[in-house]
């Protein structure tokens, strides 16, 4: 019996190799062949819209949902609409570049005259919350740890997209989420002066205006298009081994590559068959 568990170890790399390249052939072939992808886009019901005085996390629960707009640099006189309108239009002018086929609520009904393979993102949740932080900057001079401390205002946009397949009801609705951020920024560094001895803060603010709202959203529209391609193409990757995969790829349009994507990619929160197990999301 020792011997077969030497082979076995001998053999693991290659099985894990021969099993990585599958996968990524497959990610390939739905690059190359599958040209032929209808998904249905729909937007959110509204844009939920939330500030907070401090860092969320650090937020008193019993009072999380007492904060007043009004204490906002933004959020407070932001147009929902607009904002939700920038997002929905860059992500399907960025899902077309893909060669992806978009319907929206205009073509719904022929987006369900297909008779083909189709998919729908539905936008159930829409988030733009502004809260405020801290940007810290820290310097050990000379055994002396010097501290500066700026107050750095954050805009963060949240998506939850239900996730379906046309015409398979037995294939369970997924939950994914995607959240893009943006933040006042300050350039700077400790300087030390030989002579005097004095040790100042050298730095540049590039603070926030109203304009980085619509540009959040329009950066947040092309990471979702992004974030839907590689998503069907790893689905692709999963129905073709009829298995799941910690393996999860990237594919860079402009490089015509692929690359494992981390952690820049959709979050799978639930799906229809597990959601009573897990309780609510």
């Avoid at 390249?21 to 729909?42: C, G, K, P, S, Y």
Wanted: with cysteine.
């Amino acid at each position: 019996m020792n011997w077969i568990k030497r082979l076995f170890f001998l053999l693991l790399p290659v099985l894990v190799l021969f099993s990585c390249a599958t996968e990524r052939r497959l990610a390939q072939q739905f690059v190359q062949e599958e040209t032929n992808i209808n998904v249905l886009l729909l937007p959110p019901p509204d844009l939920i819209v939330k500030y907070y005085p401090t860092h969320p996390d650090e937020a008193d629960p019993d009072t999380i949902d007492a904060y007043d707009l009004q204490d906002a640099r933004f959020v407070d006189e932001v147009d929902d609409s607009l904002v939700v309108n920038n997002f929905m239009q860059s992500l399907k002018y960025h899902l077309e570049l893909f060669q992806v086929n978009v319907f929206g609520p205009d073509n719904i009904d022929s987006f369900f005259r297909l008779d083909t393979t189709a998919f729908i993102f539905s936008l159930s949740q829409m988030e733009l919350m502004e809260y405020l932080d801290e940007a810290i900057f820290t310097s050990t001079i000379d055994t002396i740890q010097y501290l500066q401390r700026f107050p750095q205002t954050t805009l963060m946009q949240s998506h939850w997209f239900e996730f379906s397949t046309l015409n398979q009801p037995e294939k369970p609705m997924e939950v994914l989420y995607s959240m893009q951020h943006t933040s006042d920024y300050f350039d700077g560094r400790f300087v030390y002066n030989p002579l005097s001895g004095e040790v100042t803060f050298r730095y540049t603010p590039y603070y926030l205006t109203s304009d980085d709202v619509f540009e959040l959203a329009y950066f947040a529209g092309e990471q979702n298009a992004q974030y839907i391609f590689d998503y069907l193409m790893n689905y692709y990757v999963r129905e073709e081994i009829a298995s799941d995969t910690d393996r999860y790829f990237t594919y860079d349009r402009n490089r015509h590559v692929l690359r494992p994507a981390y952690n820049d990619r959709f979050i799978r929160i639930s799906n229809r068959e597990n959601r009573n197990e897990q309780g609510p999301q």
